[in-house]
Structure formats: C-alpha cells, structure tokens
C-alpha cells in the first residue's frame, strides 16, 4: 500500500472512531442550490446534458476529421464515482484535475443521470452501474438492461470501449477501476463483454485495481507508454467511499477529503497527458464526470443531490 493511501487510510477512519456518520440535516436541496450557485456552470439544472450524451461526445470526437497539425486522436474519461455537483466548490487552485483544465479553457456543464432530468421522477436507479453504462453505451437502463448493480448486460448494447475497437476506429482501449462491480465478479456488469474481447482478440484491457492509488497507477503507467490506449476509462472512487461510510454531503469534511483524493490523482493522470513525447501531435478529448451523487450514506433515489453531476471537458 502507498504512502497515500495509507495516510488517506488513517483520515477515513478518524470519523469511525468516535462515531461521526453523517446524515446532515442541513443538507436540503436548498442547501445544494446554494453551494452549486459558487460553481460556475455554464449551463443550469434545467439544461443540464443528459448523462447518454457523453457517448456521443466520445463518438464524435473518435469519428471526426484530424486537426490540422494533429496525426493521432486520443480520449480520456477520468470517473469521479459519486461525486455531486455541488461538490466542485471545493476545488482548489494546486493539485486539482478541474482546476487544471479549468485554467487551459475546459467547459463545465451541469448532468443529469437517472433517465430524465430533474424534477422529474427518475425512470432508473442513481447507482454506479446504470450511471456508468448509460456513459459507455449512450442508451439509458430501458434499453441497456441495467437498472441496477448486480446485473450482466448483454452484448446487444456495447461499450465504446468495445464498439471502437471492433469496428477499427482505435486500435486499443483501457477500462480501469477498483470496483469488482464492473468486471471481476460472477455476476459483474461486463463479464460477458470481457469475454467477448478476449474472445475475438481485441484490445481492450480491463484492469481491476486494488484501491484509486493504484488505478491512477495504472493508468498513468498506460498513458506513459508510447502507444498508449488509444481510449482510457478510469474510475476513481474516493466520494462514494466517503459518501458512504461518512455521508455525502458537501458540509462533511471526510467528503471533501474524497472529492480532493480523486481531484489529486485528475490531476496527475492529466500531467501524464501533457508530459507524452507526442503530446503536441496527438489529439486529445479529456472528460472528467461522475456517475450518480449521493444523499445520507446512500445514493439511487430521486433526490437532486443524487440526481445532479457534472462535466468537465477539454472541448
């Protein structure tokens, strides 16, 4: 175990000691409304971009013409897992992923998960799986099939991971995680599609990692190589462990701390980025977003701290 993980380690624990579980009655969705007001967003919750629309962008970027002076398209998608809105008023202006694009120009969006924006009753559960498929796929739980965790999908509905490679627009893919959820348990999002790759030879690794330290790990060990993956999905988890052992909300300090944990290892994936020999030549989409938010120590309903992420992007 790293250094940082350990210290990271001894921080959540102090809260469990002396029993300081967050359910934050001051947390209301007024409260919420409030502490997003600090971000600047360029769009409002009414506008926000459905979480199915980052598949487009990612399409797009992959399938549209070369810049001129540019001779290699690349994507990154950094996963902060249960990350709320409204906790983007604590970025900090050194070591922060988001403050770092935010500084280079990126756009900053509000995003919806759970089907239909709110206030509408969400039409699927506000949980890892269905936000992060809905992601990956672009179709919401009715077509996708998963409506919650625990559930295999099918190969009817593919991964971009998998439908790029396959059809020839990249060469390689990188899925990256810390939850056995996505793809190292019998009963895993993505076990079949996982087999499908290995099954016909593609280049789509799926790396499941113990803790974020090592999955930053890993993916700056990707990003190092000189042909890299040419697409990174990454997931740091460090808000929804948080958020569930102490509570999401953005009044705990323990959330904050989680939220900045994620926001640290942004920022040195984005270093690795900039630091590649063929940086300047290569053309890269750089997203970092959230699945799901969270309220109490849980997450999946209705609320609009559930309901409510974000996009941070290069373009």
């Known amino acids: 175990m790293s250094f940082v993980s350990k210290i990271v380690g001894i921080v959540l624990m102090i809260p469990a000691l002396f029993g300081l579980y967050c359910n934050d009655a001051n947390d209301t969705e007024t409260a919420y409304l409030e502490k997003a007001a600090q971000v600047e967003f360029e769009n409002t919750i009414e506008t926000a971009i459905p979480q ?7 399409s797009e970027h992959f399938n549209s013409p070369l810049p001129e002076g540019k001779t290699e398209k690349k994507a990154i998608v950094i996963g902060y897992d249960g990350c709320r ?21 990126a756009s900053l969006n509000y995003v919806y998960c759970g089907g239909v924006n709110y206030p509408a009753v969400n039409t699927q559960d506000t949980s890892t799986a269905p936000g992060w498929c809905s992601v ?18 099918t190969l009817e509905y593919k991964t ?21 959820g996505h793809f190292a348990t019998d009963n895993s999002t993505y076990k079949l599609e996982k087999e499908y790759c290995e099954k016909n030879d593609l280049k789509v690794s799926f790396n499941y990692c113990i803790e974020d330290t090592a999955s930053a790990r890993t993916a700056i060990k990707d990003i190092k190589q000189d042909d890299c993956s040419d697409f990174i999905f990454a997931i740091y988890e460090g808000t929804d462990h948080a958020g569930h052992s102490f509570g999401f909300s953005t009044n705990n ?6 939220f900045r944990l994620n926001d640290v290892l942004a920022y040195r994936t984005l270093n690795a980025i900039e630091n590649r020999e063929t ?23 209705s609320s ?10 290069n373009k």
């Open 160 to 180: 971009l991971m998998t439908s790029l490679t396959e059809n020839g627009v990249i060469d390689s893919a990188s899925f990256i995680t810390s939850w056995d």
């Open 52 to 58: 199915t629309e980052l598949y487009n962008m990612i």
């Open 279 to 301: 940086y300047e030549s290569e053309d890269w989409l750089i997203i970092i977003t959230s699945d799901h938010g969270g309220f109490g120590t849980d997450h999946g309903g």
């Open 253 to 258: 300090p323990i959330y904050q701390a989680g």
């Open 85 to 105: 809105a409204d906790a983007l008023a604590y970025v900090e202006n050194r070591f922060s992923g988001i403050n770092k694009m935010m500084s280079s120009g």
């Open 136 to 153: 990956l796929t672009g179709v919401w739980a009715d077509k996708n099939g998963i409506t919650g965790n625990g559930i295999t999908k």
């Open 304 to 313: 609009i701290q559930e309901r409510m992420v974000f996009i941070v992007t």
